[in-house]
Each structure stands twice: as structure tokens, then as C-alpha cells.
């Protein structure tokens, strides 16, 4: 029997790694708590729509079939086409579906405070040990029966956007209980049918707390419903470089923050002297760039009408994985009435009889349902599935740094463990099936990882580059920003893979990558 690795979740991420660990002839077992495969794209509002060009959201060895013509699917197609997969490479033998994992506990030799003073991860360097095991206990929720299950590998696939909603903290009496309305948070909305939703709206004065792309989808379906008579306002703290299209100027964005020549213009994490002095020097051009993008949004979303001009920057924006696109005539709601935008000038406000009362105001906003779209708490989700109090505190780290995973991967100190699908990029799918290929040519023993001290100085560096682009409010925990190449070139120099993959000197340096430039190795 091979060994077994333990997959967590069966979205998209734990699908590629439930293919890529086939691949490499090992066992894999999926956990999945719902009915169904897909994650995010099975709940989620009407409108919704990906993010990211479809040719950059793909899997490298199974395009989006002819039929989507689409440039950007809705979340129908996209679950569609994530199911087709599935069934394609036959993973949907693998999962066990309506199974909660409730907890995993590491059991080997060694005490935490042995592993604490290896040098080499997993004490050996390698994925798996002849000692050590991971026991994973799971429940049907159907039977409330508890499995438990030793395995020889965990790869989480929890995802951050989903299960464990982020509610602001509010004063005594001034949190939703004084309200004599409802609250719910847009993960209860986007659980509804689209039925249920359209009617949970119709005919109420909607509040919208948030302005990331699910508070915009859901106020436009708020004025669908609505229309002038009753508009949804939007409550948001700060601005955003949120994209109407990825053409700026008619220039495909991909050229500006997706080619080697565009990382030229950063600095990157670990790089020599040359490419140090190379983005010092080509800063301007950096600037440059960044004010092409701001310069056609604020023109095509006529933003400063709206007073809607965000006081950073686009290389920021992007930096911090916190781009989106604008529902298509969101602006044009705004302008008839049936969307009103209120700033409020911090994270605070509170809630009232009538409504929510935005700090500096006196008046209430008033309203019959908020819904509060203010995230998820995504590390708390990953931190909690541990047994481990010591695992739990190193697999977040300090809040103040970068999560501690080499590669976005691997924690140092846990051993036999893999996170995939936590760290944020520009094309989640994307970089989801490179860490996957990446951790299967790990498993197959292509490669080994360097020490554990290495590994940290290493993720040190991310963090710096982090803290340099995507400073203050802006900066996000897990996100490799506008460095997607610099990032999937590490992970080809490891696998032993030529991660220059374009066909002449002009085309490396200025074409766009995407995952099908990763189709073979």
C-alpha cells in the first residue's frame, strides 16, 4: 500500500491536489464537509463573475471548453467547468463528501520541543517518515459518526474566503442587537438560491457593509430588486483601484504586471545587485505604469465625480491581491440613485433602532437589512484545525509578518504538512496547480527542501518585499502580488524545470505568462 496523503477541502485546490498526488502514484483520501466539489463557486450571488481573464483562470491540462465564449464566466460555467475536471481525471473517487474534519494531531517520536530543534523539516528533510503520522478525525453529518484516519501527509485546502465570517466588534448595546432590523453577513446571503436571495431584498431598504467585489455584487442585485425607490447603500471605509475591464487603454493589463519585463520594475525577493539596481532605476517606469492603469479607471468609472479616486496606488492595489472588477453598470447605478455610496471616515460605526449611525454623523442611515460584507477570518479557519496549541500559534505566526510558509506551502516546523490555496495571487487557479505540481514533484522526491533556517530567512525576504509594495492598511498576509513569474520561477528551479518557457528573446522578456505556458514540464 502506498502512502496515504490526507486532502482537506474540495474546491479547487484540493481537487489539483488530489490529481497531482494520483499522479505521483500516492493514495490520496479528500475531506469534503459539503455535498459537492467546487468551494467558493458553489455559494455564491447571482452575479458573481471570476476575476481574472479566464485565460489566465484555467487548468494548464484542461482548457475551457469552446462553448464559454465568455471572457470572464459566470459562477455557473465556472462550477461547470471545475465538475468536468473532476470527472475527467476521475477524482470524485477519492472524496468523501458531508465529512467535517474536526481536528488533526501530528503523532510521532520526537516532542514539540524536539521538533523545535531540527534543522532540516520533518527532522530529515523529507515529506514523509517511517515513524511519524497525522490522525485525522473526521464526522459524517449525516450519521454523526467519527472516523479517524492515520495518514502519512496532510495537505490543507481550507481556502480563506468561506465558513468563519469576520464581524466588526462593536461597543455594549451598539452592535446588531440594538438594530430592530436584520443583519446577516453575505456569506448567509450567498447560501441562499438565487429565489430566496432576490426575495430577502425585494422591497427593503438594503444597507451594504464593504466595497471588495462581493458588497458591489450584492448591491447591484439589491438594485435589480429595487431600483430608485428604495436604493442600497454602500457603506465603505476606503477607496479602491476597482477594474471595469482588464484593457487599459486598450492595452490587455497582462503586458504591464504579468511579463518579465514587468517585474524588472520591482524589486523581488532574493534578487542580486543587477536586478536591485535594474528596478531602481526603472522606478519611474514603475510610476509610470501604475498612473497608465489609475488614469484609464478614473476615466472609463468617471471616479472623481463620485469622489471615489483612491489615495494609493494601483501598484498597491495589485500588490495586495485586492483587485476586482466593477459589476458592469455599477457607476451608472450610482448616478441614477439606486446605489448610494456613504464614506464612512474609519472602521467605525454602530448600530441603532433605525439603522447604522456612521461616525461624525448625527442622523442614522436608515435601513430594514444590513449585510455586512466584511470578509472572512480566514487564518482563524486555518489555525483552528489543529490540536496543537504550538501548531496552531506557528501556522499563523506573528500577526505582524507574512504567514511563515516557504514557498507559501510548507511550515518549517510542522512536518508532513502542506497549506495550498491560502496564499492569494492575481489567478488563484493558477497558482494553485503550480504549488501543486511543485509539492508533487516533492512527494516523487525530485527535489529537497533546504533547511529550516534557510526556509525562514527566506520567507523573511517575501515579507520585506511585502511590507515595500503593499505597506499599512494595504498589507495582506498571504499574497504574492505582481510576482507571479518571479514566483513561478522559483518553483521550476526547484523542480529541476526550465522556467523560461517562451520562444525568442522579445517574447521571454515582453509576452505574458499564463498557465498554459506550464503545460509540459
Known amino acids: 500500500m502506498g502512502k496515504q496523503v490526507a486532502i482537506i477541502g474540495a474546491g479547487i485546490s484540493g481537487l489539483l491536489a488530489c490529481k497531482y498526488t494520483l499522479s505521483k502514484g500516492f493514495q490520496p483520501i479528500v475531506f469534503e464537509a459539503s455535498s459537492s466539489i467546487g468551494g467558493v463557486w458553489t455559494k455564491t450571488v447571482e452575479t458573481t463573475r471570476i476575476q481574472s481573464p479566464k485565460d489566465y483562470y484555467q487548468f494548464s491540462d484542461f482548457p475551457w471548453p469552446s462553448s464559454v465564449t465568455e471572457g470572464f464566466p459566470t459562477q455557473n460555467q465556472v462550477l461547470d467547468y471545475v465538475k468536468s475536471y473532476a470527472q475527467h481525471f476521475d477524482l470524485l473517487k477519492h472524496i468523501k463528501f458531508n465529512t467535517k474534519v474536526c481536528g488533526i494531531e501530528y503523532e510521532g517520536p520526537s516532542s514539540e520541543d524536539e521538533m523545535q530543534a531540527w534543522s532540516l523539516w520533518g527532522g530529515n528533510g523529507e515529506p514523509f517518515s517511517s515513524e511519524g503520522k497525522w490522525k485525522v478525525v473526521a464526522e459524517d453529518k449525516h450519521s454523526l459518526s467519527t472516523e479517524i484516519h492515520l495518514v502519512d501527509f496532510v495537505i490543507l485546502c481550507l481556502g480563506r474566503f468561506s465558513d468563519v465570517p469576520n464581524i466588526p466588534d462593536f461597543h455594549p448595546n451598539k452592535g446588531p442587537e440594538a438594530f430592530h432590523g436584520e443583519v446577516i453577513h453575505s456569506m448567509n446571503y450567498a447560501d441562499m ?21 462581493f458588497a458591489m455584487d450584492i448591491a447591484m442585485e439589491c438594485s435589480n430588486a429595487n431600483g430608485v425607490e428604495l436604493p442600497c447603500t454602500v457603506i465603505y471605509k476606503t477607496e479602491h483601484w476597482n477594474l471595469p475591464d482588464y484593457l487599459p487603454w486598450g492595452l490587455p493589463l497582462a503586458y504591464l504586471y504579468f511579463s518579465r519585463f514587468s517585474e524588472l520594475l520591482v524589486h523581488k525577493p532574493g534578487e542580486g545587485l543587477l536586478l536591485s539596481l535594474l528596478a531602481t532605476i526603472l522606478s519611474p517606469l514603475r510610476w509610470a505604469f501604475s498612473k497608465f492603469v489609475e488614469s484609464h479607471v478614473n476615466k472609463k468609472l468617471g471616479l472623481a465625480k463620485y469622489g471615489m479616486v483612491p489615495k494609493h496606488s494601483f501598484l498597491q492595489e495589485i500588490s495586495s491581491c485586492m483587485i476586482a472588477t466593477v459589476p458592469e453598470k455599477f457607476f451608472d447605478r450610482v448616478q441614477e440613485g439606486s446605489i448610494i455610496l456613504k464614506k464612512s471616515p474609519s472602521s467605525t460605526f454602530s448600530f441603532c433602532q433605525e439603522g447604522i449611525l456612521v461616525e461624525g454623523e448625527s442622523s442614522p442611515v436608515k435601513t430594514d437589512l444590513v449585510i455586512m460584507s466584511t470578509g472572512f477570518r480566514g487564518e482563524k479557519k486555518l489555525k ?138
Open 384 to 521: 483552528d484545525v489543529f490540536v496543537s496549541p504550538t501548531f496552531q500559534d506557528r501556522i499563523v505566526g506573528s500577526p505582524e509578518t507574512i504567514l511563515p510558509l516557504y514557498r507559501e506551502c510548507i511550515h518549517g516546523r510542522i512536518p508532513q504538512l502542506a497549506v495550498i490555496g491560502f496564499s492569494e495571487s492575481i489567478s488563484n487557479l493558477f497558482t494553485s496547480e503550480m504549488r501543486c505540481r511543485w509539492l508533487s514533484e516533492l512527494f516523487a522526491g525530485t527535489f529537497k527542501l533546504p533547511s529550516i533556517k534557510e526556509m525562514e530567512k527566506d520567507v523573511e525576504k517575501w515579507d520585506k518585499y511585502a511590507k515595500q509594495y503593499a505597506s499599512g492598511q494595504y498589507y495582506r498576509r498571504s499574497c504574492i502580488g505582481a510576482l507571479h513569474l518571479w514566483y513561478n520561477d522559483q518553483l521550476c528551479k526547484d523542480m529541476g524545470w526550465n522556467h523560461k518557457r517562451k520562444k525568442g528573446v522579445f517574447a521571454e522578456l515582453f509576452e505574458p505568462y499564463g498557465p498554459m505556458d506550464y503545460v509540459t514540464s
Open 193 to 213: 438560491d438565487y429565489v430566496s436571495a432576490a426575495n430577502l431584498v425585494k422591497g427593503k431598504q438594503v444597507t451594504v457593509v464593504g466595497f471588495q467585489k
